[in-house]
């Protein structure tokens, strides 16, 4: 599986933006996708999911900020970040587990891309 993230960028505290993540190289039809997030200093955060069958999940941190979405091939994931907070700053990783439903941790997520950098400056 290849994860290619995009999007990221510096902006101000209220701003917004929208990560990409151009997914390819599945070899099986079911699959959860993720984005992932990690700040200076601090450990891996699960920011917001999409199950095979469409269903989704959020930090508490984010709801009613953030939207994860795809497109209707599943080639494409997408997190588009409003009002976003100092908070928010650290590196977002695009990741996808195999199976109907979304992993339980963090660490069972076995695919990741490289990330791409979001500054949140105040």
């Known amino acids: 599986v290849r994860l290619l993230e995009s999007g990221g960028g510096s902006v101000d505290s209220g701003g917004s933006l929208k990560l990409s993540c151009a997914a390819s190289?599945?070899?099986?039809?079911?699959?959860?996708m993720a984005w992932i997030r990690q700040a200076p200093g601090k450990g891996r955060e699960e920011v917001a999911t999409?199950?095979?069958?469409?269903?989704?999940t959020y930090a508490d941190s984010v709801k009613g900020r953030f939207n994860i979405s795809q497109d209707n091939a599943r080639n494409t994931l997408y997190l588009q970040m409003s009002d976003l907070k100092p908070e928010d700053t650290g590196m977002y990783y695009c990741?996808?587990?195999?199976?109907?439903?979304?992993?339980?941790?963090?660490?069972?997520?076995?695919?990741w891309g490289q990330g791409t950098q979001v500054t949140v400056s105040s």
């Open positions: 999409v199950a095979d069958d469409g269903s989704t």
């Open positions: 190289g599945f070899a099986h039809s079911k699959y959860c």
């Open positions: 990741t996808t587990e195999y199976g109907t439903w979304c992993p339980k941790w963090v660490d069972e997520y076995d695919y």
